[in-house]
């Protein structure tokens, strides 16, 4: 889950450079022999009760990822970090997360969302995925597996994407049209925030939502306002023990509640609409996820609603941040526009034949949304509770610590969306090796929306003649 990943974004440069830092990771190699206690390592300062009131007073935690950032270049590429009533440890250098994945058993611990664990154990719901660890996570993950992360799968589902994509772009493409000045200035990311839960429930459930038309229904705009409304009050409440926020944020966990009752009823309206389809015979054609699952039957109708409605809500911000913050470096560095969009124009009929053959047919696409993935991460963080001792930086972490990798650093160490890396990653031919991998996901949906927005032409209109002003509280 990407919660912070509405984060602040800054012109990559002038604020990396930290001129009074030391270079990050210098500690590592004068490390001593012996291992230290747990205690003596750094800790970050400030009160973790004050931090839990900037939560609040901000509503949300935007910020996170720079002044995380800033504390490895003053303390080092580890220290302790206490927010609330949590306690933890911050990494961000390679051999860290090596040594966190050797230690990982099949069964990884990770950090629950506890807003969302308690409105399920309220409402009497089952868990899914992201809210499961143990055996039980592992059981639903590989059940899950061949109808969502496996390549078979990628290639049922990408026709969807794709065609919603080509609504996405004639729907910004008309935008433009209609502006006699043949260019068009707008805060884009409402806009690919709805393309996002229309992929989503497309994908997931085989239906749209009509979120692209000019006058969306009720129900799917209230759809669109109970996730915003879960995101924004996950985020306020998922640093304070509930014995306690229930007494100061009485008013917020009603909101978050509210959502989540919305949500859950429209998945299930979806469900079992699928269900009597399905039962009733009708001719059968792929038409989503969920229905995959239900003819597959390899799990319970309540674990197949908890696990989509996972997916509902992780699909989302997930991928529209990264597409957003894709879209914001190909409008800084025309020159890579201008070469996507010639590959893209080369690739187009072999696409629209076979759309499975975009996540190959369109390599330089494929570095660039990496690229983008590795300086601006789908999530701030990526966490383990680990199981045994284990030494990191040459301090010892007791088993049952919370360890967070902070994916922003690790992926800033170089700082800037570089043209060179993109065609380096082309040449060398490293684009081509995740093919079965999980950012399949990701890289089909973005694949798909970036061809068709670069693909924009009109005899009166410049080439990419689509400008994106980046929305308020991402300053750049």
Same mark, same amino acid.
């Given at each position: 889950?990407?919660?912070?990943?509405?984060?602040?974004?800054?012109?990559?440069?002038?604020?990396?450079?930290?001129?009074?830092?030391?270079?990050?990771?210098?500690?590592?190699?004068?490390?001593?022999?012996?291992?230290?206690?747990?205690?003596?390592?750094?800790?970050?300062?400030?009160?973790?009760?004050?931090?839990?009131?900037?939560?609040?007073?901000?509503?949300?935690?935007?910020?996170?990822?720079?002044?995380?950032?800033?504390?490895?270049?003053?303390?080092?590429?580890?220290?302790?970090?206490?927010?609330?009533?949590?306690?933890?440890?911050?990494?961000?250098?390679?051999?860290?997360?090596?040594?966190?994945?050797?230690?990982?058993?099949?069964?990884?611990?990770?950090?629950?969302?506890?807003?969302?664990?308690?409105?399920?154990?309220?409402?009497?719901?089952?868990?899914?995925?992201?809210? =499961?660890? !143990?055996?039980?996570?592992? +059981?639903?993950?590989?059940?899950? %597996? @061949? *109808?969502? $992360?496996?390549?078979?799968?990628?290639?049922?589902?990408?026709?969807?994407?794709?065609?919603?994509?080509?609504?996405?772009?004639?729907?910004?493409?008309?935008?433009?049209?209609?502006?006699?000045?043949?260019?068009?200035?707008?805060?884009?990311?409402?806009?690919?925030?709805?393309?996002?839960?229309?992929?989503?429930?497309?994908? =997931?459930? !085989?239906?749209?939502?009509? +979120?692209?038309?000019?006058?969306? %229904? @009720? *129900?799917? $705009?209230?759809?669109?306002?109970?996730?915003?409304?879960?995101?924004?009050?996950?985020?306020?409440?998922?640093?304070?023990?509930?014995?306690?926020?229930?007494?100061?944020?009485?008013?917020?966990?009603?909101?978050?509640?509210?959502?989540?009752?919305?949500?859950?009823?429209?998945?299930?309206?979806?469900?079992?609409?699928?269900?009597?389809?399905?039962?009733?015979?009708?001719?059968?054609?792929?038409?989503?996820?969920?229905?995959? $699952?239900?003819?597959?039957?390899?799990?319970?109708?309540?674990?197949?609603?908890?696990?989509?409605?996972?997916?509902?809500?992780?699909?989302?911000?997930?991928?529209?941040?990264?597409?957003?913050?894709?879209?914001?470096?190909?409008?800084?560095?025309?020159?890579?526009?201008?070469?996507?969009?010639?590959?893209?124009?080369?690739?187009?009929?072999?696409?629209?034949?076979?759309?499975?053959?975009?996540?190959?047919?369109?390599?330089? $696409?494929?570095?660039?949304?990496?690229?983008?993935?590795?300086?601006?991460?789908?999530?701030?963080?990526?966490?383990?509770?680990?199981?045994?001792?284990?030494?990191?930086?040459?301090?010892?972490?007791?088993?049952?610590?919370?360890?967070?990798?902070?994916?922003?650093?690790?992926?800033?160490?170089?700082?800037?969306?570089?043209?060179?890396?993109?065609?380096?990653?082309?040449?060398?031919?490293?684009?081509?090796?995740?093919?079965?991998?999980?950012?399949?996901?990701?890289?089909?949906?973005?694949?798909?929306?970036?061809?068709?927005?670069?693909?924009?032409?009109?005899?009166?209109?410049?080439?990419?003649?689509?400008?994106?002003?980046?929305?308020?509280?991402?300053?750049?």
């Amino acid at each position: 889950m990407a919660l912070w990943a509405k984060a602040r974004v800054q012109m990559a440069g002038p604020w990396l450079s930290l001129h009074r830092a030391r270079p990050l990771g210098t500690r590592a190699s004068a490390a001593p022999k012996a291992v230290l206690p747990f205690e003596a390592m750094p800790r970050c300062p400030g009160n973790k009760w004050m931090r839990v009131l900037q939560i609040w007073k901000e509503q949300g935690s935007e910020n996170m990822h720079l002044d995380m950032h800033q504390t490895f270049q003053e303390l080092g590429p580890i220290f302790r970090y206490d927010v609330g009533g949590r306690h933890m440890v911050f990494v961000m250098l390679p051999e860290d997360v090596e040594r966190l994945q050797q230690a990982e058993s099949i069964h990884p611990q990770r950090m629950l969302l506890e807003p969302w664990l308690a409105y399920r154990k309220a409402r009497g719901h089952k868990c899914g995925v992201f809210l =499961l660890n !143990g055996p039980q996570w592992r +059981l639903d993950r590989l059940r899950l %597996n @061949p *109808d969502v $992360l496996s390549l078979p799968a990628l290639q049922k589902y990408t026709p969807l994407v794709d065609g919603m994509a080509r609504d996405f772009s004639q729907t910004l493409k008309a935008r433009v049209l209609q502006n006699a000045r043949g260019s068009l200035t707008l805060d884009i990311a409402p806009s690919v925030f709805r393309y996002t839960i229309e992929a989503s429930t497309l994908v =997931l459930y !085989g239906e749209r939502l009509g +979120l692209l038309t000019q006058q969306p %229904n @009720p *129900d799917s $705009l209230n759809f669109i306002h109970a996730l915003e409304a879960m995101f924004k009050s996950t985020v306020q409440l998922m640093f304070v023990p509930r014995r306690l926020s229930r007494w100061t944020s009485s008013s917020m966990w009603r909101e978050h509640f509210e959502a989540w009752d919305y949500i859950f009823q429209y998945a299930n309206r979806a469900i079992q609409r699928i269900y009597q389809e399905l039962a009733l015979g009708h001719p059968w054609h792929y038409s989503g996820i969920v229905a995959e $699952l239900l003819m597959r039957a390899d799990m319970t109708l309540d674990t197949i609603k908890a696990n989509t409605i996972d997916l509902t809500a992780g699909s989302v911000d997930t991928t529209a941040f990264p597409l957003l913050m894709t879209l914001f470096e190909l409008a800084r560095n025309p020159e890579v526009q201008q070469a996507l969009r010639q590959e893209s124009l080369v690739a187009e009929a072999r696409i629209s034949e076979n759309p499975q053959r975009a996540t190959t047919e369109l390599p330089l $696409l494929r570095a660039a949304l990496k690229e983008t993935l590795r300086l601006y991460p789908v999530g701030i963080t990526l966490e383990r509770q680990v199981s045994s001792d284990l030494v990191l930086q040459n301090y010892h972490i007791p088993a049952g610590t919370l360890v967070k990798v902070l994916l922003y650093s690790l992926g800033s160490q170089v700082p800037q969306w570089e043209t060179a890396r993109i065609l380096q990653k082309v040449s060398d031919g490293t684009t081509q090796g995740d093919a079965q991998s999980p950012w399949q996901l990701c890289l089909s949906s973005f694949h798909c929306i970036t061809k068709h927005t670069l693909n924009f032409r009109h005899p009166h209109l410049n080439t990419g003649s689509v400008q994106a002003r980046v929305p308020q509280g991402h300053v750049v």
